[in-house]
């Protein structure tokens, strides 16, 4: 049996768009599993990110709770929402969003220090993240104008691992890059996964979803169907062709 | 000029706390410097509205007249001497009654020198016409100057005059308005009275066989050239030196002493004005700077699509000089809605009536200095758009920062993580820190002087008091130098006399011209007020003469030069042994020896100043002199009431502007925090974003975004201070110039220096907390996607 790390129960979220409610999420109920990687994909404003900003505590709910091992954290006051997000999230956004006025290793240990009080063994970690995303030591005090998009997100993925949070939510990780540095990070999300790292991802890239054990459809703030593609492997053509045929059914 | 207002139209729009905060600091300065404006060009011509309307003379003398047969020979040297001098343009000489007097006002005794005129000369003088401002039906007794009005001093109540030895008692029948002797600060007093109290007490004069009985010749006249007002009152008094008792004025030295409070009120205003305004162009012109900085893709845009640099630039213009240029025009209107208050404020000091109009030069100084400032700042700030180049703006416009060095590098810093990160960002915003650091040096001088005015003036003015009257005592009595023997053995013999010692002021001297007000001592180190003397030193010997530092810095005289005296007639030479400073002529004074004075004249009476043992009453003390010494006694003043009575209105007008300015600069520095946070949160709304998304709380971002402000705000208010506290006496020095002072010593108290920049500190603190509290309304989300 898996464990559930987190989970929702008639989740919804809605917002006045000209003073029209609209209704982006529409009772929910998810588990998200520990050591799964879970795409959600679906159509632009099926409210994929909606669904993930809301279940990782940047977002409120309008209705429904949402869990993460016995807390309710949909009950939490946004202080303690941070607190949260810096003990047990960690974050990759399509933008990236380094903050442009300090280092790589700076943008690393600000959040890194969040937790932890030892700096000597934040440094470390970091160190060793950079190493297994191939950011040099050397690039360690560039600034995040001064390096590629790919690099960029690389060092996105290790602020988000610093403090070894037990989900990493991913929105659209690959939106903004080119297809070689694209898949350099699918790589790099797929090795930290294949250690153990939970994953959720938001995507509506085919190969970027085809790296997903579990794959969640949304369409019109419900999850339509779901699709089990066990671990992944490379150049798997039966797991390429489930996961298409699946998509199919949702109406991709 | 269509497309640059579309531009400055979209720029409103998107700033609207910018637009308001600026144009708060404009409408402030506005409103100060159009008060300003009125003070300095009008106030004053309102003097010279009253003069011309009254045909007030511009120098007025008084002479008393010793004996009956003195009286046709007085009057016909008088009118020989006013008449054959080719400056005369018109005069008048009317019979008068001149004494010294004191009389209870604003809690203490104000001692004056008075010229009684009946009622109906007062106002029907050719020259020198004394106007019935406010009048009631008792017909008779005494009409006193305006600027007495007061609880005390009004229509009905009694007031009682005392001239030596002499009390008269007179109902208050109504206020006068004279340009020429409306206050004690015009040397003469005129009081009127009605026809029957002035025979009264001429009568009453007679029958104690006063030195004042036979009355006086109270003489105005008008000169052809105002100019000439000074040397014209030399030249008189020169020619009655043989009368011993005589009192005058001229036109320039009553236009400056009775305008002193408007003086220090506008220049007040004025610093407050400029300092102000300068804060506002440094937050205006840092403002443009990092608007062009975060939003350099825009105008890059607008570049692409044809948008000129002239027309970008011209919507900054357009953009800050309508917001200032309408703020101003409302701060003007403003200060007319304050203006009554400071109006009444004003007439208690100056005495002299003034109706508060719409004035179009002061209106468009105001909007013209305020325009060009801005426009200068403007062009200034943002001429580099011309230069951008639309490609280049377009790439920029994505990354805007060029960061150089990494600050504070978290790896390596021992500081906790929200300090780290609050001094990173601090040491990456130059343009704010200097915006700071200009803000709290402005508004530190201002502690400064407020704490130095709360010290001097508010707390303990006793300090104000060495400075602006020169020397005190507890008390003053003036006898006949017949009587100047039995007078020292009356006060050896007196356990309450602590020390006595000769500080008389008498007579005149005339040096290149000018006329000095003299003040002869016996031993200078008696004085109690040492710094009368503040370069050089007192006289010691016969050929020794210390004289005004303000006359000696215009007529180019130094210690050690040798000048020549005149008075009475007579001519000698002095060798200068040190300059003074003492407000009582308006800086134009001199002190010698008695053996010094000697040589040119003799001393009919004599003041001594006395001070009394701890808990003597002085009072009593004054009244018991006055009984032994009888009419020998001409005058005992109660020094410290007299001075009170006098500064109480400095204080008050003090108090008003140093709680004013402390309001001011507080006001300020809160716009000028709001402005820079506001920007810092709309600059950094993403980076506070993403500092949430990883878990930082609320509470640490405003800590940081606090802790980033305060090391500039922290050091520009020690700097500041500490530069306060070394250039407030040479600037107070400045600033009191005009009335003698040339170098303060005023006590800088650093307790209370030091308490205001803490204080200073904690508000700036608080407000920017305050301010940032802003960050708690951003969602996460929000804040990433930049909604």
Redesign the interface.
């Known amino acids: 049996m898996e464990k559930i790390l987190l989970k929702t129960e008639n989740l919804s979220k809605s917002f006045s768009v000209g003073g029209v409610m609209q209704h982006v999420l529409k009772n929910i109920d998810l588990a998200l599993y520990e050591g799964d990687f879970t795409v959600i994909m679906g159509a632009s404003g099926a409210g994929k990110s909606t669904l993930l900003y809301a279940v990782s505590g940047m977002d409120t709910p309008t209705l429904g709770t949402i869990t993460f091992g016995d807390k309710e954290i949909s009950k939490f006051s946004q202080d303690e929402l941070a607190v949260f997000r810096r003990e047990h999230c960690g974050f990759v956004f399509q933008q990236i969003y380094l903050i442009d006025g300090m280092s790589l290793m700076d943008n690393v240990l600000a959040a890194g220090l969040l937790v932890s009080k030892d700096k000597r063994v934040v440094v470390e970690r970091a160190k060793k993240l950079f190493a297994s995303v191939d950011i040099p030591e050397e690039m360690y005090g560039k600034f995040p104008t001064q390096i590629s998009g790919g690099e960029a997100q690389r060092v996105g993925i290790v602020r988000a691992l610093i403090n070894t949070p037990e989900i990493l939510f991913a929105d659209e990780p690959t939106g903004a890059l080119n297809s070689q540095t694209g898949l350099d990070v699918l790589n790099t999300l797929t090795e930290f996964n294949e250690q153990g790292q939970s994953v959720v991802m938001v995507t509506h890239d085919m190969r970027s979803a085809r790296r997903g054990n579990r794959i969640l459809y949304l369409k019109d703030g419900v999850i339509l169907g779901e699709c089990n593609l066990g671990k992944y492997k490379h150049n798997d053509m039966e797991r390429h062709e489930k996961l298409s045929a699946f998509l199919s059914e949702m109406g991709w | 000029m269509k497309k640059a207002f579309l531009i400055a139209r979209s720029n409103f729009r998107k700033s609207k706390g910018q637009v308001i905060s600026i144009a708060a600091l404009m409408l402030i300065v506005g409103m100060m410097l159009n008060l300003w404006l009125i003070l300095q060009m009008d106030y004053k011509k309102n003097f010279e509205r009253h003069h011309d309307r009254l045909n007030a003379e511009h120098v007025a003398m008084c002479v008393n007249i010793g004996s009956m047969n003195e009286s046709e020979k007085l009057s016909e040297k008088l009118t020989d001497v006013i008449e054959n001098d080719s400056r005369t343009d018109e005069y008048s000489i009317d019979d008068a009654l001149l004494m010294p007097g004191s009389f209870q006002y604003n809690g203490g005794d104000l001692n004056t020198t008075c010229v009684f005129l009946d009622k109906e000369t007062a106002v029907s003088r050719s020259v020198g016409k004394i106007e019935i401002v406010e009048d009631s039906d008792e017909t008779s007794g005494i009409y006193v100057p305006m600027i007495y009005k007061s609880e005390d001093i009004a229509i009905g109540k009694q007031m009682k005059i005392t001239s030596g030895t002499y009390e008269f008692n007179y109902t208050i029948c109504g206020f006068t308005n004279s340009v020429m002797g409306g206050s004690h600060n015009c040397a003469i007093c005129e009081i009127v009275l009605t026809e029957d109290k002035y025979k009264e007490t001429k009568e009453i004069l007679q029958k104690e066989n006063s030195i004042f009985a036979n009355g006086a010749m109270f003489c105005s006249v008008r000169l052809k050239d105002v100019e000439e007002c000074e040397s014209y009152n030399a030249m008189l008094k020169d020619a009655i030196s043989e009368y011993t008792y005589s009192i005058s004025n001229y036109y320039t030295m009553v236009y400056q002493s009775r305008y002193i409070s408007q003086m220090i009120c506008a220049a007040v205003i004025s610093a407050m004005a400029f300092l102000i305004l300068l804060v506002a162009l440094v937050v205006m012109a840092s403002n443009i700077v990092n608007y062009i900085q975060e939003n350099m893709k825009k105008l890059g845009t607008l570049k692409a699509v044809g948008y000129t640099g002239r027309q970008i630039i011209n919507a900054f213009h357009m953009q800050f000089l309508s917001v200032s240029v309408i703020a101003a025009i409302l701060g003007a209107v403003l200060s007319y809605l304050v203006f009554p208050a400071i109006n009444i404020m004003m007439i208690s000091q100056t005495g002299i009536p003034y109706e508060v109009h719409f004035l179009p030069a002061p209106f468009l100084i105001t909007i013209g200095i305020l325009g060009g400032a801005v426009l200068l700042t403007v062009w200034a700030a943002v001429r580099r758009v011309k230069k951008i180049e639309p490609i280049v703006a377009l790439r920029q416009g994505v ?1 805007t ?3 150089k060095k ?1 600050h504070v ?3 390596h810093t021992k500081a906790p ?1 929200n300090i780290a ?1 609050a001094l ?2 601090m040491f ?1 915003s130059v343009k704010n820190n200097v915006t700071i650091c200009i803000s709290m040096l402005v508004c530190a001088l201002v502690l400064v002087f407020s704490a130095v005015m709360i010290e001097n003036v508010i707390v303990d003015i006793n300090k104000f008091i060495t400075i602006i009257v020169g020397e005190t005592c507890d008390s003053c009595i003036n006898v006949n130098s017949d009587a100047e023997q039995e007078f020292l053995q009356i006060v050896n013999d007196d356990e309450r006399v602590e020390k006595a010692y000769l500080y008389s002021n008498t007579a005149t001297t005339h040096v290149n011209g000018a006329e000095l007000m003299t003040t002869v001592i016996d031993n200078w180190e008696d004085v109690n007020n040492p710094d009368v003397v503040f370069k050089g030193r007192f006289p010691k010997y016969e050929n020794e003469i210390a004289i005004a530092a303000k006359f000696a810095e215009e007529n180019n005289i130094h210690i050690g030069d040798e000048i020549i005296v005149s008075s009475n007639g007579k001519e000698g030479k002095y060798i200068v042994s040190g300059l003074t400073q003492i407000t009582n002529n308006l800086g134009l004074d001199c002190i010698y020896t008695r053996e010094g004075f000697m040589r040119l004249g003799e001393l009919s009476d004599v003041s001594y100043y006395i001070n009394l043992v701890d808990g003597a009453d002085v009072d009593a003390f004054n009244s018991d002199m006055k009984e032994k010494l009888g009419n020998n006694a001409n005058m005992a003043i109660n020094v410290d009431d007299t001075v009170s009575a006098g500064v109480t209105v400095y204080v008050q007008l003090m108090t008003m502007i140093v709680i004013g300015v402390l309001v001011l600069s507080g006001g300020v520095i809160a716009f000028v925090l709001y402005l820079l946070v506001r920007t810092r949160l709309g600059n950094k709304k ?2 506070y ?11 640490q971002l405003i800590v940081q975004t606090t802790v980033s402000f305060m090391p500039p705000i922290i050091l520009s208010t020690i700097v500041g201070l500490a530069v306060g506290c070394i250039v407030i006496n040479p600037f107070m020095s400045l600033f009191l110039s005009s009335i003698g002072i040339v170098k303060c010593t005023f006590t800088v108290p650093a307790g209370l220096v030091i308490m205001e920049g803490v204080g200073i500190i904690l508000f700036t603190f608080l407000i920017l907390c305050l301010m940032s509290r802003k960050i ?1 309304k951003l ?3 929000s804040l ?1 996607i930049g909604e």
């Open positions: 990354k920062h060029s960061f990494n590098p978290l790896e993580l990160l990173k960002t990456s993403q980076d974003g993403i500092m949430k998304s990883f878990g930082f709380t609320t509470r708690k969602a996460v989300h990433l």
